[in-house]
C-alpha cells in the first residue's frame, strides 16, 4: 500500500502513521492536498503508549505537523492554506489548530483573518493563538471585538491579568451574558468588596449571570449589606440559586434572615433546595413557631433523605414555645408574621406560593416530590423513583399503579395524581434483555379550587435473560 493510500485509509492508526511518515517523503508530490484535508477535517485520536503512562495522539495535528515541514522546502505560500483558513464550512477549531501548528510562515493569513467582517474568522485568528502567547495589547483588542464569541474566548481564555476595571466594566456593560459570567468569575476571588456584585444583582435577569453573582456574593464579608443581597435570591427561579442561597445564609445571626428563611420553607416545593434551607442554624431562636412545623413535617414526610435533614434541624434545642395548633388560620398567620417581620427590617420578602409545608398529603399513597414518581409494585410495596435513575426490582415484579406531584393551572398548589400504569408493550429484540413498557394516565384534583388535572407516566422494565433480574425506569412525564 502507497503512502498515498495509506493517508485515505479507514483506521486512524494507519492514517496516523503515514502522516508521520509523510513529513520526511522524498516524493511529496500531491501530500500537502492529503495531509491538509486530514488536518481540517480528522478529530480522531490514536492511543500510542498504553498502561498508567497512555499517551494520545491526535491525527489532524500530526498531519498539520507533518504538512509544515512540506510547505517550508517550498518557496511561495500554498494557495489551497488561504482557502481553508476562508472556508466557512469547515470546523473553526481545525482550521485555528492548522494555522497555529503552520507557525509563522502563514502568520501573514492569520493576520488577514483577524480584521475580516465576519466574525467566525476572527474568532478562527483569536483561537490560533495560545493564551499564554497572547500579550496585554492583543486581549484588550480581543475584548473590544463586536462579536461576543471572540470577547469570551480573550477573557475564558485569557492567563495575563485582564484588571479589575475591565471586568467590572464587562460585568455591568456586556450585552452578552456568557461575558458577564466569565467577567464575575474572575472577579470572584478577588479583592474587590460586594457592591459590585449587588448592584449587578438588582438588574441582572439571566439565570447563569445570576448564579455567578450569588457565587462572588457568597465568598464575601457577611456585612448588612452582602447578607440583604443574598436573601434577595431566596426567591429565584432557578432551584439550584435557592439551594446555594440557603446555604451561605446558615450562619448569619439575623432576624430578618431567619423569617426569609422560615417564610422559604413554608413555600419551597423543591426537596433539595428544602435541605438547604433546614441548615439554617439560627431559624428557632428567632422564629420559634417553625419547630412545630418542621416536627409535623418530619412526622409527615415519606422522603427519606428529607426525614434524615429534617431530624438533623429538629436536634437543635426546642424553643420556649408551646404546643402545635391545630387551627389552619394559624399557619396563614404564621406566614404574615414572617411577611411584615421581614418588611419592618427593611428586607423584600420573596415571592410567595402555596404554603405547601402546612398543607400536607393525608392520602394512602405517598405524594412524591415534583420530580419523582411513586410506583406501587405487585409485591404491594410503594418505591420512589427520580427520573432517569434505575431502580432494581426482582424477577417477576412489576408496577401497578403510580402518583406524582401536579401543579394546578388554576390556583398554582400542588395536588395528588394516581392512576394504573397497565402493561403495554415488550421489546424483545435484544440478546441479553428485553424491556416491557408500562403506560398510564395518572389524574387528581386540586384541593384549593376542584381543578381537574392529570400526566401521562411511561415507565420500563428492562430484564435480563441471565437470571431474571430488572431495573425499572421512569421515562418521563409525556403531558
Known amino acids: 500500500m502507497s503512502l498515498r493510500d495509506e493517508l485515505r485509509d479507514g483506521r486512524a492508526d494507519v492514517r496516523l502513521e503515514a502522516a508521520v511518515r509523510a513529513a520526511t517523503a522524498e516524493d511529496d508530490a500531491g501530500l500537502a492536498s492529503l495531509l491538509l484535508d486530514i488536518a481540517v477535517h480528522d478529530d480522531t485520536e490514536v492511543r500510542t503508549v498504553g498502561g498508567l503512562a497512555e499517551e494520545y495522539e491526535h491525527v489532524g495535528n500530526t498531519a498539520a505537523q507533518s504538512l509544515r515541514q512540506i510547505l517550508e522546502r517550498r518557496a511561495e505560500l500554498d494557495p489551497g492554506i488561504r482557502a481553508a483558513a476562508f472556508d466557512l464550512s469547515l470546523d473553526d477549531d481545525r482550521v485555528a489548530s492548522l494555522l497555529y501548528y503552520l507557525g509563522p510562515g502563514y502568520e501573514p493569513v492569520r493576520v488577514e483573518l483577524e480584521t475580516h467582517d465576519e466574525a467566525r474568522l476572527r474568532l478562527r485568528a483569536a483561537r490560533a493563538v495560545l493564551p499564554f502567547r497572547r500579550s496585554a495589547e492583543y486581549t484588550a483588542r480581543l475584548l473590544a471585538d463586536g462579536s461576543a464569541d471572540v470577547r469570551r474566548e480573550a477573557l475564558e481564555a485569557s492567563v495575563t491579568d485582564v484588571g479589575v476595571d475591565t471586568c467590572l466594566r464587562l460585568l455591568r456593560e456586556d450585552p452578552a451574558r456568557q461575558v458577564r459570567t466569565i467577567a464575575a468569575r474572575h472577579l470572584r476571588f478577588g479583592t474587590v468588596g460586594s457592591d459590585p456584585f449587588i448592584v449587578a444583582a438588582r438588574t441582572e435577569t439571566d439565570p447563569y449571570v445570576r448564579a455567578m453573582l450569588l457565587s462572588c456574593l457568597a465568598l464575601r464579608r457577611r456585612d448588612r449589606a452582602n447578607t440583604l443581597a443574598i436573601v434577595g435570591f431566596l426567591g429565584a427561579a432557578e432551584w439550584p440559586v435557592r439551594r446555594d442561597a440557603g446555604v451561605a445564609l446558615r450562619d448569619v445571626d439575623d432576624v430578618a ?128 423513583v427520580e427520573f432517569g435513575r434505575p431502580l432494581p426490582v426482582g424477577e417477576g415484579v412489576r408496577p401497578e399503579r403510580a402518583a406524582a406531584r401536579l401543579r394546578c393551572a388554576g390556583c398554582g398548589s400542588w395536588h395528588r395524581a394516581e392512576g394504573a400504569v397497565p402493561w403495554s408493550y415488550r421489546d424483545d429484540d435484544h440478546s441479553g434483555f428485553w424491556d416491557d413498557g408500562f403506560a398510564g394516565t395518572l389524574r387528581g384534583t386540586s384541593p384549593g379550587c376542584g381543578t381537574a388535572g392529570q400526566v401521562r407516566a411511561e415507565l420500563t422494565v428492562t430484564r435480563s435473560r441471565a437470571d431474571y433480574s430488572g431495573e425499572l425506569v421512569w421515562d418521563g412525564p409525556t403531558g
Not at 412526622?299 to 414555645?321: I, M, N, S
Open 257 to 384: 434572615v431567619a423569617s426569609a428563611i422560615a417564610l422559604r420553607i413554608l413555600v419551597e416545593p423543591d426537596r433539595w433546595v428544602l435541605d438547604g434551607l433546614l441548615q439554617y442554624r439560627h431559624l428557632f431562636k428567632y422564629e420559634p413557631r417553625m419547630w412545630d412545623v418542621l416536627d409535623r413535617l418530619h412526622r409527615d414526610t415519606r422522603q427519606d433523605g428529607q426525614r434524615h435533614a429534617l431530624a438533623e434541624a429538629l436536634k437543635r434545642p426546642a424553643p420556649a414555645y408551646g404546643q402545635a395548633q391545630a387551627d389552619e388560620a394559624e399557619g396563614l398567620d404564621l406566614a404574615q408574621q414572617l411577611t411584615a417581620r421581614m418588611i419592618g427590617a427593611g428586607v423584600d420578602p420573596p415571592p410567595l406560593g402555596p404554603l405547601l409545608r402546612l398543607l400536607p398529603e393525608r392520602d394512602d399513597s405517598p405524594v412524591p416530590d415534583p420530580d419523582v414518581l411513586v410506583v406501587r409494585t405487585s409485591d404491594r410495596r410503594w418505591a420512589p
